[in-house]
C-alpha cells in the first residue's frame, strides 16, 4: 500500500448517513467482504451529494472518498463512462478523457489491479443505487 492511498482514504470528510437522501444502496464485495452503502441526493439527474459507510479497506475506503468529492454536480450518467474507464484504466487504456476525474485516475490504474474490487466497490454501489 502506497502513502497516497492511505492519505485519500483518511479524508472522511463524507463518511456519514445522509438523512434526507433520494436514493441508497448496499453493496458487497464477495471475493473479501468489503460492503459499502451509498447514500445520494439526486436531482434533475445532477447528484447533489453523496455520502456513504461501511466495513471496508483502505482501498475501497479511498476509492469512496474521492468518489464522494469529485461526483457533485455531475450529471448521474457520468457514473456508467466513469466504471466502464476505470475498467480501462487497469488494463492501462486511456479510452475516453472525463473531465474531473483525473485524480481518481491516480489510484484506479494498472498498479493497484489486485484491488480492483476493493476500488471499483463505490462506483458499482453508485450505479446500482442510481438505478433503484
Not at 492501462?92 to 480492483?116: A, E, G, S, T
Request: proline share 2%; hydrophobic share 35%; glycine share 2%.
Amino acid at each position: 500500500m502506497n502513502k497516497e492511498i492511505l492519505k485519500i482514504a483518511l479524508d472522511t470528510k463524507n463518511l456519514s448517513f445522509l438523512p434526507d437522501h433520494t436514493h441508497f444502496t448496499k453493496l458487497k464485495n464477495k471475493m473479501c467482504g468489503d460492503e459499502i452503502k451509498i447514500y445520494l441526493i439526486v436531482k434533475n439527474r445532477k447528484i447533489l451529494n453523496l455520502k456513504y459507510e461501511g466495513e471496508s479497506c483502505i482501498y475501497c475506503q479511498a476509492s469512496a472518498s474521492l468518489l464522494s468529492n469529485n461526483i457533485l454536480k455531475k450529471p448521474t450518467r457520468e457514473i456508467e463512462l466513469l466504471l466502464n474507464e476505470s475498467n480501462n484504466r487497469f488494463k492501462n487504456i486511456k479510452k475516453y478523457h472525463l473531465k474531473d476525474w483525473d485524480n481518481f485516475f491516480k489510484i484506479i490504474n494498472k498498479r493497484n489491479v489486485l484491488r480492483k474490487d476493493c476500488l471499483l466497490l463505490p462506483i458499482k454501489a453508485t450505479l446500482k443505487a442510481l438505478k433503484k
